[in-house]
């Protein structure tokens, strides 16, 4: 049985009336999270407009020939569990990806780096990353696709070396690790380079971190072939059940099954076929086959 809903109407006096087109109607499901959150941003929406002189609706009011106010939108908020798809399905954004290979817990990361870079036999060691606002390139990557991620490093790191060595030009030294310990430079160069030193140690060390990480996550990415599923997922609907049957037994498709649950449910719940019990018992079978819980089918299946 569908559950009510709740409406949010925020009553749009004569001299605001000229924003009844761009403020919207919340609706929601009645007592879920849904209302909880629905509440809350209509009591925001109404202490905003109330109490701001130039809010965020003021520069969308339509000009004064436009006659009567548009109808005005909709919005409408559900609990997470009408639409379950968003928390299944594989994504391909930096901050998506590092949630889901690395295992990121607040904001921090633990990867494998090279004990040593010089002597690889040495085996690798664990590092902790923590990841935030202040970090220039996470801010700038965290939403960007992982290929132009991996572009942006290469260029970032091609203009640190490009500021590198124009310092080192002007003071005569070989390298930015040498200027402290080089007595010959000229007082006005040297002025100048360890005034930009802490700034490109810093980036530096950002990047070098970053490149820890992406090549992490591209190891991650290959064994698990997350750039298939992520593919494969962008036409879900159109994956015919023998496909979808023939994908889950292939045991050349990653090493994590969950990632197999995962693409089976966001195909499960975007088609529109009917599927027998003997198809559903062969699917599940093929997720228990490669070690798969399936307990989650069964609240699915409702």
């Known amino acids: 049985m569908k559950s009510s809903f709740r409406e949010f109407f925020i009553t749009v006096g004569e001299s605001a009336n000229g924003w009844a087109g761009v403020i919207p109607i919340i609706r929601c499901p009645a007592k879920g999270a849904a209302e909880v959150v629905s509440a809350k941003l209509d009591r925001k929406l109404r ?4 109490n701001s002189k130039d809010n965020l609706f003021s520069s969308q009011r339509p000009s004064s020939s ?4 548009t109808a005005r939108p909709v919005l409408v908020i559900v609990d997470r569990n009408v639409d379950i798809i968003p928390m299944l399905s594989h994504s391909w954004t930096y901050q998506s990806l590092v949630h889901d290979v690395l295992k990121m817990h607040l904001n921090r990361i633990i990867v494998e ?16 990353y923590d990841l935030n606002a202040n970090d220039f390139f996470w801010a700038k990557n965290a939403s960007l696709p992982f290929p132009n991620v991996a572009e942006d490093i ?4 091609t203009k640190y070396k490009e500021d590198a060595s124009e310092i080192t030009k002007k003071t005569g030294t070989s390298s930015i690790e040498d200027l402290q310990n080089d007595t010959s430079v000229s007082a006005q160069h040297l002025k100048a380079a360890i005034t930009l030193l802490p700034e ?14 992406l090549s992490a996550l591209l190891k991650g990415i290959k064994d698990r072939q997350l750039d298939n599923y992520y593919q494969l997922e962008e036409t879900i609907s159109k994956q015919t059940k023998a496909q979808m049957l023939d994908f889950l037994k292939d ?3 990653g090493t994590d099954s969950l990632d197999k649950l995962r693409l089976f449910l966001t195909w499960y719940l975007s088609i529109d076929q009917d599927i027998s019990r003997s198809e559903m018992e062969a699917f599940e079978e093929a997720l228990k086959a490669v070690g798969a819980e399936t307990e989650s089918l069964a609240y699915i299946k409702q």
């Open 113 to 128: 780096v090279p004990a040593d870079e010089s002597n690889p036999g040495k085996g690798p060691t664990k590092k902790a």
């Open 154 to 157: 290469d260029a970032q790191l």
């Open 251 to 253: 045991g050349d498709k």
């Open 47 to 50: 202490d905003h407009i109330l």
């Open 66 to 69: 436009g006659g009567q106010p």
């Open 200 to 213: 490109l140690r810093e980036r530096k060390a950002v990047l070098d971190m970053h490149m820890n990480i």
